[in-house]
């Protein structure tokens, strides 16, 4: 069996373990339940990864600011993946695992969202970001992998990709960023 046929299939599985997973599609709701009620009440969401995750976290703030299935109002999400200067004092001066921290500190609100993406779960700077948000009230969660790691106590709502092979969990973690904003679009902005 070729690479090819190889990662397709086990891109298959994991993708139908997820889809057929209840649990899954019950959190995919309840995630855009939280982002929902905090943008209806001046709130905002907060995104966080590293590596691909961080590109991930661009994407996802970016189909909230822009649109994702129609055209609608901007909705409140910053990336915390974006800001060079502030990327690169924070971890000069304080260390590159309280980089996110430092900017939840800076901007979170009681009632956002924060987002943190990590496949392992077990990201240093991502599990700090939590920590200050569950300080400052932020509603915390996440996107990992199978195994979950110490976000599975870190989060309130925890979405855990039945996978242990970091793309295959990205590819889904994409999938359920999605759903939960098009979820949020329509709540925002019902069409008729």
Known sequence: ?????????????????????????????????????????????????????????????GEFVSRLMYDRAPLAAIALTTDTSVLTATGNDYGFD???????????????????????????????????????????IGFTGAQGGPMTEACDLLLQAPSSRTPIIQQLHITAAHVVCALVERAMFPQE
């Open 98 to 140: 309280r980089v996110f921290e430092r900017q939840v500190l800076a901007l979170g609100l009681p009632g956002d969202v924060l987002l943190g993406i990590s496949t392992s779960g077990t990201s240093p700077n991502v599990l700090r970001a939590f920590a200050a948000g569950r300080g400052k009230r932020l509603h915390c």
């Open 1 to 61: 069996m070729s690479f090819i046929d190889t990662y397709l299939d086990e891109t298959l599985l994991a993708t139908q373990a997820f889809c057929g997973d209840a649990r899954h599609r019950r959190v995919l709701a309840d995630m855009a339940d939280a982002i929902t009620d905090s943008l209806r009440n001046g709130g905002k969401l907060l995104v966080c990864g590293n590596g691909g995750s961080a590109g991930d976290a661009q994407h996802i703030a």
